[in-house]
């Protein structure tokens, strides 16, 4: 099906994340949550979890949830240091599949919302 014909009305049934496509990804990366971590993820790159808690202002429950989340959906990848003992978080290839998403949402953003939003100052 080209992206310019209609899909098939979908049975009232059925479930919505199973026949919208978009429904379905939003379920995926669409909560406040995680939408932040994997922005801090494409803007800052990889990151230690106290990193992480700076630039997403999330407490370490949060974080620690929203985190095995994304890895439990291939989004993003945990790796282990012994010297010093750290823990790393990075985007994985599926989840940098993701940065032309957020460049589009960003300039959504920017152009229907900048008028509704407070400045918000990003950390260095």
Known sequence: MSCDELPPKPDPDDDVFEVCPVARAFEIVGSKWRLTVLRSLHLYGEQRFSELQETTTADSTTLSRVLENLEN???????????????????????????GVFDEFEEWAFEHTAAEMPAVELPE
Do not use: F, K, N
């Open 73 to 99: 959906q291939d989004l993003v990848t945990r790796r282990l240091e012994d010297r010093p003992i750290s823990t790393y978080y990075d985007l994985t290839e599926r989840g940098e599949s993701l940065t």
